[in-house]
Each structure stands twice: as structure tokens, then as C-alpha cells.
């Protein structure tokens, strides 16, 4: 069997850092990005961190034609999908952007895979599609809601993969339903790098730290948690990237043990959270970081940001039953590695 991944969005944050973990596994990584929220930087510095030049096609998932170039002269296992525009404000504002990128780039690498007999997927759901939960911690089996384009995108493709799935039981359809990603790879070489001011909290504290920013709001004191604060399940990056090899072994020993008579052993549409299962919360984040650090983070309270829940965090058990993954990273963890890669890149890849 081959063990060839292809990797779209490979050039991002988690898609960088996921192509680490491959190649340590064993897996051989074709990126597939067009560049649109990366830079070549991010593949050389993976290419220099595992030793060896990464495979790197620039495209688009929307072009089928270029999708088919690829897979017709590979041999693929499966696909990591990463591709996706993930702003939520970007997404009130473009909502046809984001469903064209996200659904309907989807459907036409789905098309692609059809026509190829690939039918391993990899899915980066968001925690998002659980809108304002009714219970915590979060388990795959909680309703479904989404109040903006971003989050809705992601549930609809959440849709076709179920659909897909009751439609052609040979498909394995897994969604990993990611968390709060923050951190950075432990050498400081690869990270999050927000094209303008951040809106997520983690890359806004570093930047603060860094002196590109001068003060963090926090968004509320006011909501029924420890401190008043927002509470999330913030994933070290390297934990999340982990977790997608630990999925491609789990269909790669699903597959390989299974006789042609055998069908019924395909996952279907496979769910799974990707948290830690602990809530932290906005303060106790924000004074982490300072402890582990050393840098003041200036901040002041201001109202709650339109949107908002007050807390969310993951029942993590599906993931360690079901794939025998389970976060490792600490909170402190988090914020080192983010600092590191914050202080060596104050500009991110466009730091050197
Ligand atoms: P990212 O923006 O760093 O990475 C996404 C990559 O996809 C980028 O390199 C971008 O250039 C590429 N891309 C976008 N549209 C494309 C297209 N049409 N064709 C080819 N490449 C395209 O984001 P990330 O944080 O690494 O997120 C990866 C995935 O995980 C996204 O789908 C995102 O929605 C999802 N996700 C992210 C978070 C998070 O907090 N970072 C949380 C939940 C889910
Ligand atoms: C946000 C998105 C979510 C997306 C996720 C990852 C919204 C409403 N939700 O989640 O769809 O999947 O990012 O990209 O945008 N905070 C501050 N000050 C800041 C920034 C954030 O106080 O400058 C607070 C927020 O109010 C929240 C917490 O920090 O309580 C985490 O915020 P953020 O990092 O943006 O993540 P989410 O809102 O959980």
C-alpha cells in the first residue's frame, strides 16, 4: 500500500506542522496550496526542519484540472484537507468567498478523489459547527448550529461528507473537529503568521509581547465562568498535528485488514473532537504566559465581542478510544513555543 498523503493547505499553520509529523511517521507528503493565506517560506523551513525537500505543487482546489494532473502521475493513500479560508469576520464580509472556497472547492476535490478511487479523507472541522453548546464538555453527538459563513461553511461540508458517506459505503470520511489551535513547532522555526491584526487571542497576546501591539482587549468580564472571562480548549499545534497521523493510521489499519467481502469496516462519516478536554480561560491564559515569558501583557477589559460564547471545551474520549490519541502539551508548553516562535520571527516568514 502506498503511503503517499496528499496535503492541501499544506503551507498553513496546522497543515506546516502536520507534514512534520508525517514525514516522522513514515508518510511521504505532496503539498497542494495556492498561497493564499502562506508563503513558500513556511515548506522551505519544513523542507530544512525533516532534512529532505518537500514536495510542493502550487494550486488551487477549485481547479479540478489541476487536481486531476496531480493525482493521475501519484499514487495517494489519502488526502489531508486543510484548505479552507477561516476568518469569521472575512467571512460576514465575503460570505460567496468563503462558500466557494470552502464548499465548493470541497466538492470539486471530493469529484477529483471520486474519479481516482481515493476515498481516504481527512477533514478540518472547527469546534464552531457546536455554535453555543448546551452542555460541556462537547461530545461528537452534541447539536449542530453556526451563526456566521465561516462556521457554516464547515457544517455544510460536515453535510456532504454524511451525505457522501450513506451514499458509497467505501469512503472514510473523517472530521476532526479542532479546538482552540495555538503554539508553535518546539525549534521556532514554523508558526502562525496572521497576514494582518489577528483576531484570535494567542497570536494577538505574542504580538503584544513582541511590541507590535500596544494593549489586548479582552473581550467581556462579565460571563458565568472562574473569572469572568471567555473560557477555551486551547490545543498545543504540535498535539493537533499528531492527532491527524494518529486518523491516517487508524484507516490505514482499518484498510489494510480489510478483505474485499469485508466493506462494512469503512468509517463512513467519522467525527471526531481534537481538544484537550480543560477549559482555560482568557486570564488565566494571558497570565500564563507572562509567568512562563516574563512579558508583561498590557490589557484592559472592554465589552463582550458580538458572537462570542462564554465557554467551550471538548470531550476528548472518542479520540483516545476510538485513534489512542490524547493532547500531551501543558498550557506553559503552549505559550514557550509560541513565544520562541514570536520573538525569532517578529514578522513571521517574512522575518529574514
Ligand atoms: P491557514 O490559513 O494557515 O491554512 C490554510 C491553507 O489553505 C493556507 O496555506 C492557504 O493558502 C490554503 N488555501 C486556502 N484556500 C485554498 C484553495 N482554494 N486552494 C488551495 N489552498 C488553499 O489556516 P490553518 O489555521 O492552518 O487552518 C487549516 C484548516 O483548519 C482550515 O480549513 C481551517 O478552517 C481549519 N480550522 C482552523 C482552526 C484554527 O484556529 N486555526 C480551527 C478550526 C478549524
Ligand atoms: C474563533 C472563531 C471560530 C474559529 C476559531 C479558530 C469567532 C466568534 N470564533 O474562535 O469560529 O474556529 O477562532 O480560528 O471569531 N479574545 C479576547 N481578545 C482578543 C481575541 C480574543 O479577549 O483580542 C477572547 C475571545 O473573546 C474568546 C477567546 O479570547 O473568549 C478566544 O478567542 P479566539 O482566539 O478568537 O477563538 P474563538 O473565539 O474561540
Sequence with gaps: MTNKILVTGGAGYIGSHTCIALHETGYEVVVYDNLSNSSREAINRVSTLIGQTIEFIEGDIRDAEMLRQVFTSREFFGVIHFAGLKAVGESVAKPLLY?????????????????????????????????????????????????NPYGQSKLTVEHILED???????????ALRYFNPVGAHSSGQIGEDPNDIPNNLMPYISQVAVGKLKKLSIFG????TIDGTGVRDFIHVTDLAQGHVSALNYLEQLTSSRSPSDMAKSVGFLPINLGTGKGTSVLELVNAFTEVTGRDIPHQFTGRRAGDIASCYASADKAKTLLGWQAELSIADMCQDTWRWQSQNPSGYNSH
Design 99 to 147: 462558500y466557494n472556497n470552502n464548499v465548493s472547492g470541497t466538492i470539486n476535490l471530493l469529484e477529483v478523489m471520486a474519479e481516482y478511487n481515493i476515498k481516504n479523507l481527512v477533514f478540518s472541522s472547527s469546534a464552531t459547527v457546536y455554535g453555543d453548546p448546551e452542555s460541556l464538555p462537547i461530545d461528537e453527538n452534541s447539536p449542530r448550529s453556526c451563526t
Design 221 to 224: 468580564d462579565d460571563y458565568p
Design 164 to 174: 457522501l458517506a450513506v451514499s458509497d459505503d467505501s469512503w472514510n470520511l473523517v
